[in-house]
Structure formats: structure tokens, C-alpha cells
């Protein structure tokens, strides 16, 4: 049986008894509050310090010190209305109640977590859970992140088929990790890198491309976003049906990547599952994390599990030290809780429904917006070269300076004029990505297509968007220069 859930009030005593040193006792706290103001001196010193210089250049090293749902809050007590989730992961919006207590519910447990030599009790439930929404798949690998279930796919592919090659898309992101890497389709991210793994990009929705690839007989799997996440590309009708018969008439296996899409933000639980295929491995993860604890999943048929972990000399053959941990499997089985007993799925189809048809509308206003498209709350704004002569002038200007610069303009005045947090989704291209909490209702949508109605009529009334973010640029950039 296992330990009841014991009191969760502080044991100062106990606190005490372990302290160490100079006796203090340990108060976490106490660190966060005393060190937060110079968190972006930390990192620039200690971390990746390209990382605050950036910000700061934007004006956007802002300092949160609370979230909740779909909203940040400064110090200041001003709120941001999230529209990024922390690139998906917080499917639920930040500090979910069910979540947290789960968090808490688990650590108070006390369990006899990652001994190496058992079957962590919460893997077998959270497994489960999660094939209840694929029944054609047997078997799941939990890993620690996104890239980490991406790479398991490959090998566990790779193994099964006995094939080396992997064929993916342009515009792919699927890590950042050495394999995961090889199929990534950004030349930013792979370059100076290599060699990486011998694998070949095909343009997305090409399914002669495929078939040529196929034809050559040593490619072990397909891999494919069912929507990118660069440029929020969705697959065309029929692609990916199409692209299972003829991956499985070649002996080769699909991988759908659901590290982002899936989980519920297309409007379906699965991405794929707005297809009717059925992929042989699936890789997921993000929103499964409830925004507290990094889990990956890789789910896969009976028969390609029972070719990687053939034997009991293969036991460990592809394992993980953190995978299945206690707190991970906790907010997943919360995490799916949620999903199912909120209708949170259900609301990511309507309220993505609602707010594309606002921005449909307003790419009817402005001829800046090019295109509105995406699923869920999976959606994609691109600009593009406009008709009239003034504007073409400046959108012209713009693209000389740099190719995706006035996404740019549009994130900053979203961001320093309404307190709307976005991205542009991928580097080089006008396309702005939003993918909130799932959680989100009338409110947030009403306030963005207010906010982005009144950027958009800026932006068609002259250069302010461009003045204002060069100006931010020079001023930030300048003054970090002459403190450094």
C-alpha cells in the first residue's frame, strides 16, 4: 500500500535539521525573491548571454515576477496576455490548479522514485491514459523533452526497419539535439554543426518527392509535423494519407512529430487524427509537462517495441535516467485529466474557430495580411507585399533591410503597446505565430483582435511600427554598449 499523502505545512524543524554550513536553513524563497532583480545580470554572466542581450535590445527583458491562466504579471502589477504558452507548454495556461496539487499531491507522497530497479508505479497509468487516445498503438518510451522523444522515433525506426536513412520536410523543426537535429529543415540551426546523420529533405506536401526517396529502399521512416511549427504550415488535404500508403507500401514506417501540435491545440487530441491516418510511431510532449516537469513521450506499435527490446539483454538498450520519474508521470496523468474532464480540446476547436474567423475578417481590411490559417489554436498570420504605392514602398524598404523584419514590428508594437506577448514563427519569414493556453475564452480573443486591429491600422497608416522599434533597437543597444 502506499504512503498516505502526509501534511504539507512547512516542518520548520525539519528544515533546520538538514541545513548545512553555516546553519542557516534553506529557503527557496528567499533566494527567488533576493536574486530576482538581477536575474538578467546572472545570465548575461553565467548563461547564454546572447540570450538578455536580445531581449533588452527589444525591450523585452520585462520582469515577471507572478502568471496565472493565459496572464503574465510584472512588477508593476501590469498584466501580458500570453500568447505564446512558452512555445506550447502551457497547454493549460500557467498554475493550473488541478496540476499544482498533483505536483504537490506527488511530492508528498514520498515515493521511492527512480530506483532503476523497478516499475515506477505512475509510468503504467500515465502509458495508459495517453494510448486510450491512439487504440492502435501498443506502447510508449517516456523521455525527458521533445528532442529526446524525436530521437527515440529514429532509433527505434532505424532498428526495426534495419534501414538507415530518414526522410523529412523543409521547414521541419524537430529539436536541436544531434539526431533530431539531422531532420531539422532550418539551415540556421544545423549550420557549422555537422556531419550530422545522413537524412533528406523533401518539400512538405510533395508526395512524388516521397515516393522518389522511397523508391531508393533505404529509407526506414517518414517523418512529418502534421502542422509545422515554422510558419504554422499545415499539411495539404489528402498529403498524409497518402503519404502512409506509400511509406508502408515501401516497407517504411510513419512518425508523426506531435511535440507541438498535438495534445489538443489542433482541436483534435492528435494532429494526425484530422487525417484518419494512423502513424507507427508518434512523438509528443510540451503540453503533457502541465507547464511544471519536462516529459517526453514516444508512442509506437506492439511489433516495433518488440524488435528494439527483443530480449532481456537488450533491457536497457534505449533508456533514459529521469525518464518516468515520479513528478513527470504525476502532472501527465493531471495533465490529461484536465484535457478530458474541461473539454479543453473541445474548447481549442471553437475558440480557434472564433478567432481565426476575427482575423479572416481583418485580413479583409488590411492588405499587409496576406494569409490566415492554421487549426485550433494553432494559427499563423503572414504579411505580404501589399497593392497600394505607399505602402509597397515601405514593405520594399523594410525587406532590403532584412527579409521577415516587419513581423518583426508587428510582435514589438503588440508587445510595448497592448502587453500581448507573441513570436514570428521562424526566422527570415513575415509569418506570426499564436499558439495560447487552450484554456483561453471570449476575453482573450476579443483583446487580441482589438490589439492587432489597431497595429495593422498603424501599420497601413505610415512607418510609426518601424520608427518605434528602430528607435527601441538603437536606445537599448546603445546604452548596453556604453555600460559594457
Not at 300 to 318: P, Q, T, W
Amino acid at each position: 500500500m502506499l504512503p498516505q499523502p502526509s501534511d504539507t505545512e512547512r516542518d520548520d524543524e525539519t528544515t533546520e535539521r538538514h541545513a548545512m554550513g553555516d546553519g542557516e536553513p534553506f529557503r527557496l524563497a528567499d533566494v527567488a525573491r533576493e536574486r530576482e532583480p538581477e536575474r538578467y545580470d546572472l545570465h548575461r554572466a553565467v548563461l547564454n548571454p546572447q540570450l538578455p542581450r536580445m531581449l533588452h535590445a527589444i525591450g523585452f527583458d520585462r520582469h515577471y515576477v507572478r502568471a496565472e491562466g493565459a496572464y503574465l504579471f510584472d512588477e508593476d502589477g501590469r498584466d501580458y496576455l500570453d500568447m505564446l504558452a512558452g512555445f506550447g507548454v502551457f497547454a493549460l495556461g500557467r498554475h493550473h490548479p488541478v496540476v499544482r496539487q498533483a505536483l504537490h499531491d506527488v511530492v508528498d507522497l514520498g515515493l521511492a522514485d527512480l530506483t532503476q530497479f523497478d516499475a515506477p508505479v505512475l509510468a503504467g497509468p500515465l502509458a495508459e491514459a495517453l494510448l486510450a487516445r491512439v487504440p492502435h498503438l501498443d506502447r510508449v518510451y517516456f523521455g525527458n523533452s521533445g528532442a529526446e522523444a524525436v530521437e527515440t522515433a529514429l532509433k527505434f525506426a532505424r532498428y526495426a526497419t534495419r534501414r538507415r536513412r530518414i526522410v523529412y520536410c523543409r521547414g521541419a523543426f524537430h529539436g536541436l539535439t544531434t539526431g533530431a537535429l539531422s531532420v531539422n529543415g532550418g539551415a540556421d540551426f544545423r549550420k557549422g554543426f555537422g556531419p550530422l546523420l545522413p537524412d533528406t529533405a523533401i518539400p512538405f506536401g510533395d508526395i512524388r518527392a516521397l515516393e522518389r526517396e522511397l523508391a531508393k529502399g533505404d529509407v526506414a521512416a517518414f517523418l512529418v509535423e502534421p502542422v509545422q511549427g515554422k510558419g504554422v504550415a499545415v499539411s495539404p488535404p489528402g498529403f498524409l494519407a497518402d503519404a502512409q500508403r506509400v511509406v508502408h507500401d515501401a516497407g517504411a514506417l510513419l512518425v508523426a512529430d506531435e511535440v507541438q501540435c498535438g495534445l489538443g491545440r489542433t482541436g483534435d487530441f492528435f494532429a494526425f487524427q484530422h487525417d484518419g491516418v494512423e502513424p507507427d510511431l508518434v512523438a509528443t510532449a510540451k503540453a503533457l509537462s502541465g507547464g511544471y516537469v519536462p516529459v517526453g513521450a514516444t508512442l509506437g506499435r506492439e511489433e516495433i517495441f518488440a524488435k528494439v527490446y527483443s530480449s532481456m539483454d537488450r533491457v536497457l538498450v534505449h533508456d533514459s535516467t529521469f525518464g518516468s520519474n515520479a513528478q513527470a508521470m504525476a502532472v501527465g496523468l493531471a495533465t490529461l485529466h484536465v484535457l478530458e474532464h474541461e473539454d479543453v480540446v473541445a474548447n481549442a476547436r471553437a475558440v480557434g474557430t472564433q478567432l481565426q474567423d476575427g482575423l479572416v475578417e481583418l485580413a479583409q481590411r488590411y492588405e499587409l495580411i496576406a494569409d490566415v490559417r492554421g487549426r485550433g489554436l494553432m494559427i499563423g498570420i503572414e504579411f505580404g507585399r501589399p497593392e497600394s504605392r505607399r505602402l509597397r514602398a515601405h514593405w520594399h524598404a523594410l525587406r532590403v533591410a532584412r527579409k521577415g523584419l516587419f513581423a518583426q514590428t508587428v510582435v514589438h508594437a503588440l508587445f510595448h503597446d497592448h502587453r500581448i506577448l507573441t513570436q514570428v514563427s521562424g526566422d527570415h519569414i513575415e509569418v506570426i505565430k499564436l499558439i495560447p493556453p487552450l484554456t483561453i475564452g471570449e476575453r482573450e480573443v476579443e483583446r487580441f483582435l482589438a490589439a492587432f486591429a489597431d497595429v495593422m491600422a498603424e501599420a497601413h497608416r505610415g512607418s510609426r511600427l518601424t520608427r518605434d522599434f528602430a528607435r527601441t533597437l538603437t536606445t537599448n543597444t546603445l546604452g548596453e554598449r556604453r555600460q559594457r
